[in-house]
């Protein structure tokens, strides 16, 4: 079957939402524990640092080695089997909290076993993207899966709470929580069971052997580079501003800005909103203004991340709420235009059998990158004592982006395959 006389299937639709149902899963997953922090410390008997690193940090790590290993089993056997197999990873890993989550050493393992199934899932959106969808609407499929994945993280965020409080254990609170990777689950089977997206010709060949071939060339391309570190320095920047910000703007001065916890959650829920509704629209950008490249938007967003994080900390716009609410929503809209057109520039522009690999490669070393982010962050916060120098490294990763999305070029050797 040719490019020319390729027929993507309606069903594409159902897939489509799966993969919105299976990342917001996953974003509750990670998310969840958050909030509960103190109630799991206690139960634990460890400070709040073991526990955090016991439920967080061990999570990242493994999201991050299984979603660089992930691609090549996204590859071989498809994203809709890789979710299913993943999702009851995640299904274990929460129901199992009430036995085996609590210890330290146990809460590690089930933590570990869900970052497992979670990887995978987060490599999966350029793979799902270039092998149902056609070119002009990968950009708006990698938009909107990143607002679900915004989204998973605010409901994390009610519902971990709002259940908790019910059943007043966090073990059984998690455990309730794996109703919604269940839901996924069902979804996948069924998508995996409906009609199957068109085959490229040089996917059939590229079974017979010239898959590793083509990924050899395809890391030898600095689009390729440019594109994965996009993505990486994305995170860094994403980490870095849920991480410090929140307390940036809660603490007394002259550390922070002194607003108080109620008034830093509420900006940063309208924070959290902005980057969902800036996610939606990069596909619409890209796919409709700029006619699939990527490069223009990412450079801009880029640019005004760098702009309105810096914003936060100018006199004039800390003394004025309305002018800081502004600016950090313009934040939150300008840094949603950097992971998800790159991860579709990667679904537009390489054959769909080098996808996976490739997006689990931008995704997994993305979230070492974040995890760099967070300890940069900390280190200037401690060092310095004033948020500022944090802020400060924000703007710096930003600029560095701005150079490497200009490295965003299509490249010729797999125009034709």
Not at 63 to 88: H, K, M, N, P, Q
Not at 118 to 137: C, D, L, N, Y
Not at 266 to 282: D, N
Not at 294 to 312: D, E, N, Q, R, Y
Request: glycine residues 12%; charged residues 10%; aromatic residues 10%.
């Amino acid at each position: 079957m040719t490019k020319q006389t390729m027929v993507y299937p309606a069903f594409r639709w159902v897939v489509f939402i799966t993969l919105c149902i299976v990342t917001a899963s996953t974003a509750v997953a990670l998310i969840a524990p958050a909030p509960l922090m103190g109630p799991i410390a206690k139960t634990l008997g460890v400070s709040l640092g073991e526990a955090t690193a016991a439920t967080m940090g061990t999570f990242n790590l493994f999201v991050g080695i299984s979603a660089l290993l992930g691609g090549w089993f996204l590859d071989r056997f498809g994203a809709l089997r890789v979710w299913i197999i993943c999702l009851i990873l995640i299904i274990i890993s929460e129901v199992s909290m009430s036995s085996w989550g609590n210890s330290i050493g146990g809460l590690n393992l089930l933590r570990i076993i869900a970052g497992i199934g979670t990887g995978p899932i987060m490599a999966s959106t350029a793979r799902v993207a270039a092998q149902w969808f056609p070119k002009h609407e990968r950009g708006i499929v990698t938009g909107i899966q990143g607002m679900a994945m915004g989204l998973g993280i605010a409901i994390g965020f009610m519902l971990a709470p709002a259940v908790f409080q019910a059943s007043g254990d966090w073990a059984v609170t998690m455990a309730w929580l794996s109703l919604m990777p269940l839901v996924a689950v069902v979804m996948a089977a069924i998508s995996l069971v409906g009609p199957k997206p068109p085959t490229f010709i040089s996917d059939e060949v590229s079974a017979d052997g010239g898959s590793q071939n083509d990924f050899i060339q395809a890391l030898k391309l600095p689009a390729t580079w440019a594109a994965i570190a996009c993505v990486t320095w994305a995170g860094w920047i994403f980490q870095g501003i849920n991480d410090l910000v929140p307390a940036y703007l809660a603490i007394d001065g002259p550390v922070g800005l002194g607003k108080g916890p109620m008034v830093a959650g509420q900006f940063m829920t309208t924070f959290s909103v902005a980057f969902m509704l800036g996610a939606v629209l990069s596909g619409f950008i890209v796919e409709k203004i700029f006619k699939g490249q990527t490069k223009p938007v990412v450079f801009c967003g880029f640019i005004g991340t760098a702009v309105f994080s810096l914003s936060l900390k100018l006199p004039f716009v800390v003394a004025n709420e309305t002018i800081l609410l502004i600016c950090l929503v313009l934040t939150g809209l300008f840094s949603a235009l950097l992971t998800p057109p790159s991860i579709a520039f990667i679904a537009r522009n390489y054959p769909e059998h080098l996808t996976g690999k490739l997006g689990g490669i931008a995704q997994g070393i993305g979230i070492f990158g974040g995890t760099a982010g967070v300890f940069a962050g900390a280190y200037a916060l401690h060092s310095t004592g004033f948020y500022y120098a944090s802020i400060y490294i924000v703007v710096i990763i930003a600029i560095i982006g701005c150079i490497f999305s200009l490295g965003q070029n299509p490249p010729r050797i797999f125009s034709k395959k």
